[in-house]
């Protein structure tokens, strides 16, 4: 069993930036870590992935050019959050999975979740 804990949400205006952070208990046996977001009333959304061995990169259409993915050390990542707009406000999740023929943007691939960290954007 893997554990998942985010932090570094919060409140920002619009146009700011943000940083978040995964911390994982164990990464030898994933093969995707990712983000995905939660607004009320609305479905889990695909941020973005990396596979971590290899470091490819996957984003969602909504954050492309606004956020970045990159792995800090083996057990953490970070998603960086630029030019933040009010529609990011969402609890923001981190992801992992130990398959590898999945489909990186679907929630229901991936077996480990984080608890969820608020980020909210005013206007």
């Known amino acids: 069993q893997v554990q998942l804990v985010e932090s570094g949400g919060g409140l920002v205006q619009a146009g700011g930036s943000l940083r978040l952070s995964c911390t994982a208990s164990d990464t030898f046996s994933l093969y995707y870590m990712g983000w995905f977001r939660q607004a009320p009333g609305k479905e889990r959304e695909f941020v973005g992935a990396m596979r971590w061995s290899l470091g490819n990169l996957y984003y969602g259409d909504s954050v492309k050019g606004r956020f970045t993915i990159s792995k800090v050390t083996e057990k953490i990542m970070y998603l960086q959050m630029n030019n933040l707009k009010p529609e990011d406000t969402a609890v923001y999740y981190c992801?992992?999975?130990?398959?590898?023929?999945?489909?990186?943007?679907?929630?229901?691939?991936?077996?480990?979740w984080g608890q969820g960290t608020q980020v909210t954007v005013s206007s």
């Open positions: 992801a992992a999975t130990p398959i590898w023929g999945i489909s990186v943007i679907s929630a229901t691939d991936y077996r480990y």
